[in-house]
């Protein structure tokens, strides 16, 4: 698990014990502008998709991995390669720290690099995109960071608070 490990935190594959942790960011409702969620989730299923996390990425086309803090172990966000797509290597990626005391100490920018090393290293992908809120400073000063690039504007694309807001669309290519 090597290639998981950071200075400050490491990433995990989920296990049963993270049922109380992905409740609360699930039904969190500060972050579902980000997650794209609009409805709260049960703990059943949650239960259930803690069932199936096992899935290989090649059959469940996704991989979600809890970023734990080096020092404690504490889970303290989620980091998600999506829509993966091997025929033509490539993924999506998207991540959310639970705490916002524990946002901007430099741990989305560790998960983020373990992860672009892991997709292009292991999973052998030629690229990776990002879907960001126009208004996420956070998340866009992150992502340009590390090299990925605007290459396109969804205009109107998420309706929030009866208001429509852009999303960006950024892709690294290795």
């Not at 200075?7 to 989920?14: C, E, F, K, P, T």
């Not at 992905?22 to 069932?51: C, G, H, K, M």
């Not at 901007?104 to 983020?112: D, H, N, R, V, Y």
């Not at 992502?143 to 998420?158: E, H, L, M, R």
Request: with cysteine; hydrophobic share 40%.
């Amino acid at each position: 698990m090597v290639t998981l490990s950071g200075h400050i935190i490491y990433l995990r594959a989920l296990e049963p014990e993270d049922l109380d942790f992905i409740y609360a960011l699930e039904n969190d409702e500060s972050v579902w502008e980000v997650s794209n969620t609009q409805t709260p989730y049960s703990r059943f299923l949650i239960r259930q998709y803690l069932e199936n996390a096992h899935q290989d990425i090649y059959e469940a086309k996704q991989l979600r991995l809890a970023i734990c803090l080096n020092e404690t172990s504490e889970t303290i966000g989620l980091i998600d390669i999506f829509d993966f797509d091997p025929k033509n290597n490539r993924a999506g990626v998207g991540l959310v720290i639970g705490s916002q005391a524990q946002r901007t100490k430099g741990i989305g920018s560790e998960a983020l690099a373990l992860v672009i090393q892991y997709s292009f290293q292991q999973l052998q992908l030629h690229q990776l995109y990002a879907n960001i809120g126009s208004d996420n400073e956070i998340s866009l000063q992150l992502f340009t960071k590390f090299g990925f690039q605007k290459i396109g504007i969804k205009k109107d694309w998420n309706r929030v608070n009866n208001l429509y807001k852009d999303e960006l669309l950024f892709q690294l290519i290795q």
